[in-house]
């Protein structure tokens, strides 16, 4: 099972990135899909899910009305799209697959919003 996350980098306070992350090993369209945040220091949150049909979908407050997250069950790939980012949004971001008791995560990538 592997779960990898891509997309992450530098980027100015009120740019946009759209992370990626690409499942294998498991029947992703069976999963609900969850990116998380965390930041140094802080707990893990989560930031927005999706189910594995697609069709509900949920965000954290801070993020909601910027972030959107979308999949592709056709290419086992789950997105961010991350609009007018600010430096609170600075944090490493995981990729989390659920179904029932079965969970995946993957390893993180970097986000920084810094001018």
């Known amino acids: 099972v592997q779960l990898v996350e891509s997309g992450g980098g530098l980027v100015q306070p009120g740019g946009s990135l759209r992370l990626s992350c690409a499942a294998s090993?498991?029947?992703?369209?069976?999963?609900?899909m969850r990116w998380w945040r965390q930041a140094p220091g802080n707990e893990r949150v989560r930031v927005a899910t999706?189910?594995?049909?697609?069709?509900?979908?949920n965000y954290a407050d801070s993020v909601k009305g910027r972030f959107t997250i979308s999949r592709d069950n056709a290419k086992n790939t789950v997105y961010l799209q991350m609009n007018s980012l600010k430096p609170e949004d600075t944090a490493v971001y995981y990729c989390?697959?659920?179904?029932?008791?079965?969970?995946?995560w993957g390893q993180g990538t970097q986000v920084t919003v810094s001018s």
């Open positions: 090993g498991f029947s992703f369209s069976n999963y609900d």
């Open positions: 989390h697959a659920r179904r029932l008791s079965d969970e995946y």
């Open positions: 999706i189910t594995n049909s697609g069709t509900i979908y």
